[in-house]
């Protein structure tokens, strides 16, 4: 039994670290900011590119619909601007939220069941601080006290709806804090 055990734990063990090291590496490629597409295409097309590879959905300015599909974006040379993200179950992470600087449309956001996303991502939504108005976060994991109170420095927030945040353990001094620092915006928790 022993032989069997130090077997595990030498050959398995090493492959799982492996492998979640190579998806941890594979998931910060997927998110990082490329300067140079940036400043070929725009803020707002990088920021849709990024959003569609990590499985996020956007509508532009002036559109009903969603994006839903990274091939089906417009072509480089045609200027669209993001008004809404939806990034249910997306793989979006802190290392991507730089994307966020210079898109000056962005109105709502939804994050639904974002096992990566986590307080430092938050932190990386001060970009929109001028544009964002509705901000839903639901069954993110990962959030707790600290990230929701990065919020505060979005003050055009109208709207900022938290459901199902299991690690908040002071959902009242959260609130209050909320509250206080963003006095005309509609504040649900549940």
């Known amino acids: 039994m022993n032989m069997l055990q130090n077997y595990i734990k030498t050959v398995y063990t090493p492959l799982v670290l492996r492998r979640q090291t190579f998806y941890n590496w594979l998931n910060k490629v997927f998110n990082q900011v490329d300067e140079d597409r940036r400043k070929e295409v725009g803020p707002d097309r990088t920021c849709a590119e990024w959003l569609l590879r990590n499985g996020a959905f956007v509508k532009w300015v002036n559109e009903y619909d969603f994006i839903t599909d990274y ?7 045609t200027k669209v601007y993001i008004i809404e993200v939806d990034a249910t179950e997306a793989s979006v992470m802190h290392y991507g939220f730089e994307h966020f600087v210079g898109c000056k449309h962005i109105r709502k956001i939804n994050f639904h069941k974002c096992s990566y996303l ?10 929109l601080e001028n544009s964002l108005r509705s901000l839903r976060i639901s069954e993110c994991m990962n959030i707790t006290e600290k990230g929701l109170l990065y919020l505060t420095v979005l003050r055009h927030l109208e ?32």
């Open 118 to 127: 986590e307080n430092q991502a938050l932190k990386g939504l001060s970009p």
């Open 71 to 77: 091939n089906k974006l417009p072509c480089d040379e």
């Open 159 to 190: 709207e900022l709806i938290l459901v199902n945040l299991p690690y908040v353990k002071d959902k009242e001094k959260v609130m209050n804090q909320l509250r206080s620092d963003l006095p005309r915006c509609n504040i649900q928790f549940h």
